[in-house]
Each structure stands twice: as structure tokens, then as C-alpha cells.
């Protein structure tokens, strides 16, 4: 029998029976009332609905159940904020404020997860439909869907979320239609398998208007994308979008990205049909069909996020050379089947900020110069300068490395040794790389037992404990094939680096988490 429950965090009380003139106070309590009947429709006033108002996190909204503020407004004054561990079976342990199951409803609610990888609506394998809604300044974003989700996400509005507003992932499909996403890292991101329909929405004043990788193959029809400050859509791996056809055109509009309207860096020819962009804003192998470019309009200034450029450059050859290699960028690596860390370094592959050599080979066992290192620091986090960088007596004037040492230096990711002097031959250590990405990025956390997890802390240098901690915290460290062997002082593989570098931008929210047994977990 279908029910209608009312909750009013200000005038509400759990003990009372839920109607109109005597709400509960918390969504969580109608919620569990909500277990025994599928067809309940939640109502919520306008209030804040969070920790202090006696909420627990993360919601769950079990399959059939309406969560209803007013869709008018797109839930203005109506604020679900919070966050509370859920544990994805396909991405690992999350920071989420409310979980969609199938066949779910939210309408007309603001959302923000302020915790660090916070998300306000996580959706797994379920098919949802959430509209009319704003979601604002989470730490990542405002929905992700994972698994097989098949979502309708429509008439949204997604501002201000530091990783991006709506992103899909794995096998997932559904429909995004008619949001609005504006002032984050990314208005969409795509990975994995998915093939959503992605249709009249608006991505605006972001770093990158949409971020396409992996194998994703969505179709893309009537959007606009504009007065991003990097890049319109940016394509990596093997992405294979749909922006067209004769029969059915895109119709989709770029205008004023300030970099490139499409960055097409996969080895994938694509066909754009009746889209409005700029030919010369376009790089990589797209035929333009139809359309024209739109007339200009004054580009905001917005304030750049931590989101890496995906801009494909390789890393430099595992020997010391004065001359930087040229890999291209390889979709399918020989050696890193099944390699334990496979996914991590296929992660950073995807996004562009590393790559294999011309033999189609990563070596992932070979070592890494702190050259090398600088290289990919550089690459995957583009440090803003804060202090100023010596000149290092070993580091030529035309040294392949020499800027990238440089603004790593200034950036605090790395540091050099007395009598001015950098080594950038030497191998990078293991404990060297988590001591830089805890610096490089200001991280700092506590834990009296963090140490222990290790059976050789002993050999911890003095100077790396607190980063350690830091790092473990945080899920950065990355020991295989014994979790308690930190190994500290061992030179590190080019495998190892690329886990632990994948695991610091997975803590920033810039990439999606990875299930792995030899990520450390405090």
C-alpha cells in the first residue's frame, strides 16, 4: 500500500507518526520506515538536513522510494550534506552521502559531500532518476554511477563540485539529459565500458567541459559546451564517442573552450556530423562533416582545478640519455596483463599522463630516475610554483629534464641535495616517492598505529615517519605482494610508481578509485 511520509528538521521528532501535521525529523528514520512498504513517497520541508539535525550517512534508498523536495526551485533551501562510508563492489571504499537503489526517485533536493573524495549521490548497478536537483561544492562530484547503472539524470544542476559534476563509469549506460554543469575540475566524465546517451546539457566555465576514456562509447547529441578553460572534450584510450551521423545529426555547440574545442589523443578516427565547432580547435583524427563555428563570445576566467592535463606525454626512457624518447601513446600494453598493478598504470595511461614505448612494452619492473619522476609528477599534477627553484650543478642547461626538475622543485615535490646538487640519474626510492606526493600535494593526517601495519617500519627513515603516516592514511601506499613490507629504501619499479602517483590523484578525487589487495588500508 503506497504511503506518503513527511520530514521537517526543524519541527519534526522521530517519534511521531510522519504525516503532514506531525513529521519526522529525519530522512534516515522515514527511510527505515519506508523498508516495510516499497511505495513510499518521502516529502521534505526546507531545512538542512545533516549531522547536527540527527542524520546518518550514508542515506540509503531502498528500491521503489521517492525522495521529493521541490523541483520548482531544483531544491533550493532543501540541503542534504553530509558523508558516510559505503563500500562500492566495483570501486572500493567511498565517501558518499546518499545511495539510489533501482527503480528510486529524487526530485527537487540540493546535495554536498564536503569530504575529501566526497560524493552527494553514489548509484551501483541500479537504475534511478534523479531530477530537478543541484549539487554544489562536493569534494569530487555530485552523481557517480557505477557497475551496470542505467540512470536518468535530467534537468540537474551540478556547480562548483571540485572533480567534476556527473561521472559514469564501467558498463553503465542510462540517460543525461538537460543538466547544467558549470565551475568544476569536469562537467562529465565517461570511462570504463560505458555508452550513456548524453544529451542537451550544458557544460560550462569547468576546466574540461567532458572527459571521455577508456573503452566509453557514449552518444553525444545537443549539447553545449563552452568557456572551458582548457578543452572542450578531451578523448583518451581507446573512447569511440558518437558525435553524429548523416541520419542523425549532433547538433552538438562549442564555443570559446580555450584550448581546443576536441582533444582527440586516442589512435580511434572519428566522425563528427552537424556539430558547430572551430576545425582549428580541433586535434587528432576527426572528420568534420556539416556544421560551422559559432560566433565568439567574451571566455570568463575560471578558476582552474587540481585536474591533470590530459594531454598524452610519454615518459622518459628508463636510461639516462641527454635526449627525451618519443613513445606514442599504446592502447594495449605486452607486459602489463595481468600485472599486478595493470590497472594503475593503465589509469594513468587513459588520462595521459603516461605511456608505453615504441614496442608496444611498458617495463614495468624496470627502475625510474628521479629525472623520470619529475617527469610524470609534472605531467599528472602540474605544480603551481612555490618557491623558487636553485641551479642544480648536475642538471645541464639542456638536460632533457631540466624544466620539469625545475617545477616539480618549486612545486615541493621534490628536493635536492646539498652543494646543489639534484642526482637526476639516480633511482627514485620507494619511501622518496611517498615523501614528495605527501608534500607536493600538502597532505597531513594522524594515526598513532599507522607505523605497525609495517613489519620493517624500522627501516623508515626519521625524516619519512609523518609522511608515511600521511600517506597510509590516505591509501597511497601501495605494497606488493606483502602488505606489511614497506620496503622503504629499495629503488622503485616504474609499476610502483605508477600505483602510488595513481593513488594520490584517486585521494584528490581527479580519478576513479581502484579495487586492489596491496593498497594499504589503516
Request: net charge neutral; charged share 20%; aromatic share 6%.
Amino acid at each position: 500500500m503506497a504511503q506518503t511520509l513527511y520530514v521537517n528538521p526543524s519541527t519534526g521528532s522521530d517519534s511521531n507518526a510522519g504525516t503532514e501535521s506531525a513529521p519526522f525529523k529525519t530522512i534516515a528514520h522515514a527511510l527505515g520506515q519506508a523498508q516495510s512498504d516499497p511505495d513510499t513517497e518521502i516529502r521534505l520541508s526546507v531545512g538542512n538536513y545533516n549531522a547536527d539535525s540527527g542524520e546518518s550517512f550514508p542515506l540509503e534508498v531502498p528500491s521503489g522510494v521517492k525522495i521529493i523536495g521541490n523541483e520548482g526551485n531544483k531544491g533550493s533551501g532543501i540541503v542534504i550534506e553530509g558523508s558516510g562510508q559505503y563500500t562500492s563492489p566495483t570501486q572500493s571504499r567511498q565517501s558518499v552521502a546518499l545511495r539510489l537503489d533501482s527503480d528510486t526517485e529524487l526530485r527537487g533536493v540540493s546535495l554536498t559531500n564536503g569530504e575529501r573524495r566526497g560524493t552527494a549521490v553514489w548509484i551501483e548497478s541500479a537504475n534511478p532518476t534523479v531530477i530537478n536537483c543541484t549539487f554544489t561544492k562536493s569534494n569530487r562530484e555530485g552523481i557517480f554511477a557505477a557497475g551496470s547503472s542505467k540512470p536518468k539524470i535530467l534537468n540537474n544542476q551540478f556547480i562548483e563540485n571540485n572533480g567534476q559534476g556527473i561521472s559514469i563509469t564501467r558498463n553503465s549506460a542510462g540517460e543525461i539529459r538537460g543538466n547544467t554543469c558549470k565551475q568544476g575540475g569536469a562537467g562529465i566524465v565517461i570511462d570504463g565500458e560505458a555508452i550513456p546517451q548524453v544529451i542537451g546539457n550544458e557544460c560550462s566555465e569547468n576546466r574540461y567541459g567532458m572527459q571521455i576514456s577508456q573503452d566509453a562509447k557514449p552518444v553525444l547529441r545537443k549539447n553545449r559546451i563552452e568557456n572551458n578553460s582548457e578543452e572542450g572534450i578531451s578523448l583518451t584510450g581507446k573512447a569511440f564517442p558518437d558525435f553524429g551521423s548523416s541520419d542523425d545529426p549532433g547538433e552538438n555547440i562549442f564555443s570559446n573552450n580555450a584550448k581546443l574545442d576536441i582533444g582527440n589523443y586516442t589512435k580511434n578516427k572519428l566522425l563528427s556530423v552537424g556539430n558547430s565547432l572551430n576545425a582549428s580547435k580541433v586535434k587528432g583524427e576527426i572528420e568534420i562533416k556539416g556544421g560551422s563555428a559559432p560566433t565568439p563570445t567574451p571566455t570568463p576566467n575560471p578558476t582552474p582545478t587540481p585536474t591533470p592535463t590530459p594531454t598524452p606525454t610519454p615518459t622518459p626512457t628508463p636510461t639516462p640519455t641527454p635526449e627525451p624518447p618519443t613513445p606514442a601513446p599504446t592502447p594495449t600494453l605486452s607486459d602489463i596483463q595481468g600485472h599486478w598493478a595493470e590497472k594503475f598504470i593503465q589509469g594513468l595511461i587513459d588520462k595521459g599522463m603516461i605511456s608505453g614505448f615504441p614496442d608496444g612494452t611498458f617495463k614495468p619492473e624496470d627502475k625510474m630516475t628521479r629525472a623520470q619522476y619529475a617527469a610524470l609528477l609534472v605531467k599528472a599534477f602540474n605544480p603551481q610554483a612555490k618557491r623558487n627553484a636553485p641551479q642544480f650543478t648536475d642538471v645541464a642547461s639542456d638536460f632533457w629534464a631540466k624544466q620539469v626538475i625545475e617545477k616539480a622543485y618549486r612545486g615541493q615535490f621534490l628536493s635536492g641535495y646539498p652543494g646543489n646538487i639534484f642526482k637526476p640519474n639516480d633511482n627514485v626510492q620507494r619511501v622518496q616517492v611517498t615523501v614528495s606526493l605527501v608534500n607536493g600535494l600538502g597532505l597531513s593526517a594522524t594515526d598513532a598505529n599507522a607505523l605497525g601495519l609495517y613489519d620493517d617500519r624500522n627501516a623508515i627513515p626519521n625524516y619519512a615517519k609523518e609522511a608515511v603516516v600521511t600517506a597510509t592514511k590516505k591509501q597511497m601506499i601501495v605494497n606488493y605482494p606483502n602488505l606489511r613490507q614497506l620496503r622503504p629504501t629499495n629503488d622503485a619499479t616504474r609499476a610502483e610508481v605508477a600505483a602510488m602517483v595513481y593513488q594520490a590523484l584517486a585521494d584528490s578525487g581527479t580519478v576513479n578509485t581502484i579495487n586492489s589487495n596491496y593498497i594499504v588500508i589503516a
